[in-house]
């Protein structure tokens, strides 16, 4: 690809390159304008170009904590053409190993496991080479159909799939949203996710950047930092478990939050108890949207007009949801957010012929076609806001010494959502315990994976095709009665 107009590139840094003093990041003391952020994106361009050969379609996996300068890596990967790989600087190094081994990158930036073939280089390290180079760079071209990042999901069978996501898909959805919500350069962003997810990421950060408004980019969702920062912000964005946490505290208040305009939750359901007891407290209706990995935002409440709780409001403007099979059905979705590809995938295609994509969720429409998410047809537990496919859990205590079989389940959580609750069948003469499964475990799966309980059982249960029956063992489960197994 030659030199000229990046299309991502210009969408997170136009409006910041008219004001480039402005600052684009607030980071504890340090604040990051617009032009610093341009420049270190330039640098970084140039490092990963002259060092390490990047050219565009390569992979550049990332693999560190939040801050600052991943946005600046991450624009820079935009510049050359490069897709962007980021990993959850959570996972285990066996998980890292797998998703390497897909993407296959040219270099991965941050710690990485022993033994990989790409070379590994710390963030500072990069930063310390790129401290000497020009600050500017001649973009590589890239429009519409440019690949420009890779976010691993999970599917069913536990085996995660690279999700393919375009400048074009990246672009539609952070300008269709600051469009929605608003969002402009007054605003300051109170952004508490991570960075290497869709909703920290795509969402957030290229909200913000691409109206030239400032984030308050926090390193994780600490209550006492979040509320500091909400004194002097005007949106945030965040997940339920965000929302009851700071319901949990009792600084949070109408006064504490008086400067704020817009309160955004997606990434898992929200109760409405949860909706309820925030607006009681702040007077706020906070804002619910729905979207996935595959398809970026999908549906959102109105900003202005009736926001329905219970519901995560109508497609966005240019998307079309369509529900499959009788009420409530599969929610399927077409537009310019939804992905073309997974990767190294081509035997299983994103879209359908006619290019809906299935999101797996089970919805209802109504008559104003606000859409209701009630409940979800592929087996996955939300907790937190981060994503566990079961089945993976289940490979990995299937995998330990003297387990027979495992089942795993999300069970509903005040704090969390839901959490993670593996019942597990072990081979006769078999000293396993919960603890001891549980410390198995962290050798292999990310802290979030790891069941919060692990109940012992002597079977589980089945149906007449011998599948196991998950509805009746979370029942047993949540209302502590009756055999689990
Ligand atoms: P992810 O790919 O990590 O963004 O997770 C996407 C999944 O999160 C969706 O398929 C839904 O199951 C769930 N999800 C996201 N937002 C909402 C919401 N507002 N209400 C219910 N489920 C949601």
Redesign the pocket.
């Known amino acids: 690809m030659t030199e000229g107009t990046n299309l991502l590139v210009e969408t997170l840094l136009g409006e910041g390159r008219r004001e480039p003093d402005r600052a684009a990041v607030r980071w504890g003391d340090d604040v990051w304008t617009f032009g610093s952020l341009d420049a270190l994106s330039a640098r970084l361009a140039r490092v990963l170009v002259a060092d390490f050969s990047v050219a565009s379609g390569d992979r550049v996996a990332v693999r560190v904590p939040t801050r600052p300068e991943v946005l600046a890596l991450n624009v820079a990967c935009a510049r050359v053409g490069a897709l962007y790989v980021p990993l959850n600087p959570a996972y285990t190094d066996p998980e890292v190993h797998g998703l390497l081994d897909d993407a296959s990158p040219v270099i991965l930036v941050g710690e990485g496991p022993r033994g990989r073939r790409e070379p590994v280089v710390g963030l500072d390290e990069l930063l310390e080479r790129a401290r000497t180079r020009p600050d500017r760079f001649e973009d590589r071209a890239g429009d519409e159909d440019t690949p420009a990042a890779i976010l691993f999901?999970s599917g069913t069978t536990g085996r995660p799939k690279g999700a393919v996501l375009s400048q074009g898909n990246l672009v539609f959805g952070c300008t269709t949203l600051n469009r929605v919500w608003g969002i402009g350069r007054d605003d300051v962003l109170v952004h508490p996710l991570p960075l290497f997810?869709?909703?920290g990421l795509f969402v957030a950060a290229y909200c913000a950047l691409a109206a030239g408004a400032t984030m308050r980019l926090l390193p994780s969702f600490e209550v006492g930092a979040v509320l500091d920062a909400l004194a002097e912000g005007t949106v945030m964005m965040g997940v339920p478990t965000h929302y009851t946490r700071l319901l949990a505290d009792e600084r949070l208040t109408a006064e504490s939050v008086r400067g704020v305009r817009l309160f955004v939750?997606?990434?898992?359901?929200?109760r409405v108890s949860t909706h309820e007891a925030f607006t009681a407290r702040t007077g706020h209706r906070i804002l619910?949207?729905?979207?996935?990995?595959?398809t970026g935002m999908i549906a959102s409440n109105p900003l202005d007009g009736e926001r329905r709780v219970g519901t995560?409001g109508p497609a966005l403007p240019g998307v079309e949801v369509r529900l499959a099979g009788t009420p409530p059905g599969r929610v399927e979705v077409r537009g310019p957010n939804v992905l073309s590809g997974y990767w190294n995938r081509p035997d299983q295609p994103a879209r359908g012929p006619d290019g809906f994509f299935d999101?797996?969720?089970l919805g209802r429409l109504d008559a104003d076609g606000y859409l209701e998410?009630v409940g979800?047809a592929k087996d996955?537990v939300?907790t937190g806001g981060l994503?566990v496919y079961p089945k993976q859990v289940e490979q990995a205590i299937d995998a330990l010494d003297g387990v027979e079989e495992s089942a795993v389940v999300g069970l509903t959580d005040r704090d969390f959502g839901e959490v993670v609750v593996a019942v597990v069948v072990t081979r006769p003469g078999a000293e396993l315990t919960a603890d001891g499964i549980r410390a198995a475990l962290r050798e292999v799966l990310a802290p979030y994976k790891i069941p919060k309980r692990v109940v012992l059982a002597g079977a589980l249960a089945r149906n007449a095709m011998g599948k196991v029956e998950k509805a009746r063992l979370r029942r047993a489960l949540e209302e502590g009665t009756g055999p689990v197994g």
């Not at 939750?265 to 929200?270: E, K, L, T, Y």
């Not at 619910?288 to 595959?294: A, F, K």
């Open positions: 999901t997810h869709v909703h939750s997606g990434s898992a359901p929200m619910e949207r729905y979207g996935t990995t595959e995560v999101t797996g969720d998410i979800r996955l939300i994503n």
